[in-house]
C-alpha cells in the first residue's frame, strides 16, 4: 500500500482543440492545437512536453473545392529528441515510441461534389 504508479505513455496533461470557421459558403479554415504534457515511459524515465499545430483551408465552388492541409507545423518528432534505434543495422535495439515520428506533412487536393445542380 502507498505505491503510486503511472500508467506508461499517458501524459497528465493533455489539450486538444480545434477550430473551424467558415467563411461566406466559399472558405473554410480549420486549426488545430495539441499538447501532450510529461510522459513516463516503461523502464520509468520521464520524457518532455510538446505541442502539436496544424493549419487546414479549403475554397469551395459550386462543383468543386479544392484543400491545403498542414500538420505538425512545429516539425516535432521523436527523432529531435533521441534516436529512434541503438546498435546496428543489422541488430537494432528499438525504444518506444513516446512523440510523432513523422515530422511536417503538407498536402492537398480536389474534392468534386457530383450531386451539385
Known sequence: MGVVRTNPF?????????????????????????????????????????????????????????????????NVRQSRYEPAYIGTRQHPQFGDIWAPTDGFILNGGLKLNLLAR
Open 10 to 74: 499517458t501524459a497528465k496533461s493533455r489539450l486538444y482543440s480545434t477550430l473551424m470557421y467558415d467563411l461566406a459558403d466559399q472558405w473554410r479554415i480549420g486549426y488545430e492545437l495539441f499538447f501532450v504534457g510529461l510522459q513516463t515511459i516503461r523502464s520509468g524515465a520521464v520524457k518532455p512536453n510538446y505541442w502539436v499545430m496544424g493549419l487546414s483551408v479549403e475554397r469551395k465552388w459550386k462543383r468543386f473545392s479544392l484543400f491545403v492541409n498542414t500538420e505538425n507545423l512545429f
